[in-house]
């Protein structure tokens, strides 16, 4: 990867750039799935969150569960579901929105005082594009997603994964990034373009 490869990947729409990671233990909690998918989906978060480097726990002391991934069939869902507003502002409008973008899939971050990531909402609306996915795969697609402050449309062209003979694992430079980003060396929240060059010393040292 080059500098303006990484930069790019963290630039948001506003301009601004933004590679944070998680400041505290990271513990999922997963909706509307069966007790199947349930572990499929756990466990590939909780491969990439130990490919970062990074730790999970078994309840966050603020929030109880600070991952949360919901599976749905409709937009229209999300506003019925208990106390989510007080976690999601402006919920209906955003859903609203989603549902005549035609979305399939949102994101959103809340960031602590420090600016390391504090909580993560992932948001899945079941059309037939992401059913024909595997739960795996869609699985450590949304994994990689959270982990980093990606920008908006990081990987709105190119997938975070790939295939390697019959497995489909984490693209190998997003694979790196992730780790490299998880460096305890390297600061957890940077606002500089300049960042990317300390990620890239980290991608050749692997």
Request: aromatic residues 8%; charged residues 20%.
């Amino acid at each position: 990867m080059t500098p303006d490869q990484i930069t790019a990947l963290f630039t948001r729409r506003d301009g601004d750039f933004l590679c944070a990671r998680w400041g505290r233990p990271i513990v999922p909690v997963v909706f509307g799935v069966e007790d199947a998918t349930l572990a499929t989906v756990k466990g590939a978060i909780e491969a990439v969150i130990a490919h970062a480097g990074h730790r999970m726990s078994e309840t966050d002391v603020e929030l109880g569960a600070n991952l949360m991934v919901f599976f749905f069939r409709d937009w229209a869902e999300l506003p019925q579901v208990p106390n989510l507003d007080r976690l999601i502002p402006d919920l209906a409008p955003l859903c609203d929105r989603l549902a005549a973008q035609g979305a399939n899939q949102y994101r959103a971050f809340r960031y602590d005082a420090e600016g390391t990531i504090r909580a993560a909402f992932v948001f899945l609306r079941m059309d037939r594009h992401l059913q024909a996915l595997p739960a795996a795969d869609l699985a450590l697609a949304q994994a990689a997603q959270v982990m980093l402050s990606w920008g908006e449309d990081a990987f709105a062209a190119v997938s975070p994964l790939a295939r390697d003979g019959d497995r489909v694992i984490l693209r190998p430079a997003i694979a790196s990034l992730i780790r490299a980003a998880y460096d305890p060396v390297l600061p957890p929240v940077a606002r500089d373009a300049t960042h990317a060059l300390r990620l890239l010393a980290r991608l050749d040292q692997g």
